[in-house]
């Protein structure tokens, strides 16, 4: 893949143009370039030498973009990124969308507006997408040569419109409707999500089935009790009913789990809890034109790559009610045959809750992650791997 082409679908992704022939997105800024240019730049590119590119994977020199999801907002968020171009044009493209001010809300808060599902998910994909602008200008080769992204539940949206696979403002309006969605399941019933971390004798799939065997007993019909999200070897988060979560936590030592930590968030997503809101979001993705990533990116609903549009929008509805594979989307990414370089790896948006998460799967990967900063902030905090993006 050429640098010319990866830099037009780069373009693609985040110009803050309108969904093609749906009059409730906004119009693009005046002298936006357009899609159909910036494809007929693609598609007129020459096509980097088989042994330039060859030579240039065996050399570590690629590299693999790493978008965080719910959970890792913070008041400030974007901060460090309204110097660099086109940061506020993505912002004023957000609120046009939105209706609100999400600016505003990211770097003034208060937390509590932007800890709220319908707020911190555009909120995140924004903040994410904005820091691939930063990393494009301080370091425009790491787009250049990405071989790789892959996004941590709505963190996915961000990694697919990053990889040409749908427009900004299609993205962000679909992300809005899942966000809403998801507020509304998550209101609906009191549920919720725990942090486990175990060991290798912990026993996930008994202690969730003997929580749902509980609330049973409760007189709760259907319950909930799954896991959510397979962070790294041996930590798992689940999610259902709260009385669940609350039995769970009362006999984690039954189920060999060394530590477990309620998450702060509303509901128990990916799980069927969020079923009402696989609707909405599957009615948005039907009228959005998504078109095959010019980058790889894998899907949380098996941590493989998506091969087809028609899958991603089918595995993005599914996303929502399944578990969020992540332990083995990195395994996917990173394997390779011993002794070769492992890609420099970023992680795009708030947070480093992912490269804590890439430690723990794999080290040596690890070595070569960094963070961008979107805060613009001294402080340096140690993050915590359990403490997931969701």
Same mark, same amino acid.
């Given at each position: 893949?050429?640098?010319?082409?990866?830099?037009?679908?780069?373009?693609?992704?985040?110009?803050? *143009?309108?969904?093609?022939?749906?009059?409730?997105?906004?119009?693009?800024?005046?002298?936006?370039?357009?899609?159909?240019?910036?494809?007929?730049?693609?598609?007129?590119?020459?096509?980097?030498?088989?042994?330039?590119?060859?030579?240039?994977?065996? *050399?570590?020199?690629?590299?693999?973009?790493?978008?965080?999801?719910?959970?890792?907002?913070?008041?400030?968020?974007?901060?460090?990124?309204?110097?660099?171009?086109?940061?506020?044009?993505?912002?004023?493209?957000?609120?046009?969308?939105?209706?609100?001010?999400?600016?505003?809300?990211?770097?003034?808060?208060?937390?509590?507006?932007?800890?709220?599902?319908?707020?911190?998910?555009?909120?995140?994909?924004?903040?994410?997408?904005?820091?691939?602008?930063?990393?494009?200008?301080?370091?425009?080769?790491?787009?250049?040569?990405?071989?790789?992204?892959?996004?941590?539940?709505?963190?996915?949206?961000?990694?697919?419109?990053?990889?040409?696979?749908?427009?900004?403002?299609?993205?962000?309006?679909?992300?809005?409707?899942?966000?809403?969605?998801?507020?509304?399941?998550?209101?609906?019933?009191?549920?919720?999500?725990?942090?486990?971390?175990?060991?290798?004798?912990?026993?996930?799939?008994?202690?969730?089935?003997?929580?749902?065997?509980?609330?049973?007993?409760?007189?709760?019909?259907?319950?909930?009790?799954?896991?959510?999200?397979?962070?790294?070897?041996?930590?798992?988060?689940?999610?259902?009913?709260?009385?669940?979560?609350?039995?769970?936590?009362?006999?984690?030592?039954?189920?060999?789990?060394?530590?477990?930590?309620?998450?702060?968030?509303?509901?128990?997503?990916?799980?069927?809890?969020?079923?009402?809101?696989?609707?909405?979001?599957?009615?948005?993705?039907?009228?959005?034109?998504?078109?095959?990533?010019?980058?790889?990116?894998?899907?949380?609903?098996?941590?493989?790559?998506?091969?087809?549009?028609?899958?991603?929008?089918?595995?993005?509805?599914?996303?929502?009610?399944?578990?969020?594979?992540?332990?083995?989307?990195?395994?996917?990414?990173?394997?390779?045959?011993?002794?070769?370089?492992?890609?420099?790896?970023?992680?795009?948006?708030?947070?480093?809750?992912?490269?804590?998460?890439?430690?723990?799967?794999?080290?040596?990967?690890?070595?070569?992650? *960094?963070?961008?900063?979107?805060?613009?902030?001294?402080?340096?905090?140690?993050?915590?791997?359990?403490?997931?993006?969701?």
């Amino acid at each position: 893949m050429s640098v010319r082409f990866v830099r037009a679908a780069c373009a693609r992704g985040l110009g803050p *143009s309108c969904c093609r022939g749906a009059s409730s997105f906004p119009v693009p800024p005046p002298g936006a370039q357009g899609v159909a240019e910036l494809l007929r730049d693609a598609t007129g590119a020459e096509e980097e030498a088989p042994s330039a590119a060859t030579e240039r994977r065996m *050399s570590g020199q690629y590299s693999v973009l790493l978008f965080p999801g719910q959970g890792s907002q913070v008041v400030g968020m974007g901060r460090g990124l309204l110097s660099y171009p086109r940061v506020r044009e993505l912002y004023a493209a957000a609120h046009r969308v939105l209706g609100y001010d999400l600016l505003e809300l990211s770097l003034q808060g208060p937390q509590e507006d932007l800890d709220r599902t319908v707020h911190c998910q555009p909120a995140i994909f924004v903040a994410s997408l904005a820091a691939v602008e930063k990393l494009h200008h301080l370091q425009p080769s790491v787009i250049e040569n990405c071989v790789a992204a892959a996004g941590f539940s709505v963190g996915e949206f961000a990694a697919l419109v990053f990889a040409g696979a749908m427009e900004f403002s299609e993205g962000l309006y679909a992300v809005k409707i899942r966000a809403e969605a998801m507020q509304e399941a998550s209101d609906a019933v009191p549920s919720g999500m725990l942090s486990v971390l175990g060991q290798p004798q912990s026993k996930f799939n008994l202690a969730c089935l003997e929580a749902r065997e509980h609330c049973k007993s409760l007189g709760i019909e259907n319950p909930v009790c799954d896991v959510s999200n397979y962070l790294f070897p041996d930590c798992r988060v689940i999610s259902g009913h709260l009385e669940a979560l609350q039995f769970l936590r009362k006999n984690s030592s039954k189920y060999h789990f060394r530590r477990t930590r309620m998450l702060p968030v509303s509901g128990a997503f990916h799980t069927r809890l969020m079923e009402p809101a696989v609707e909405p979001l599957t009615q948005v993705l039907k009228a959005i034109d998504v078109k095959k990533p010019l980058v790889p990116v894998y899907s949380n609903v098996h941590g493989h790559r998506y091969v087809h549009p028609t899958h991603i929008r089918k595995l993005l509805a599914q996303q929502v009610v399944s578990p969020v594979k992540w332990e083995q989307t990195m395994h996917d990414i990173y394997e390779r045959k011993k002794g070769s370089e492992f890609p420099k790896t970023f992680e795009v948006g708030p947070g480093q809750q992912l490269g804590a998460i890439l430690k723990c799967c794999n080290l040596q990967a690890w070595k070569s992650y *960094s963070p961008v900063d979107v805060l613009q902030t001294l402080e340096h905090v140690n993050p915590d791997p359990e403490e997931s993006p969701r």
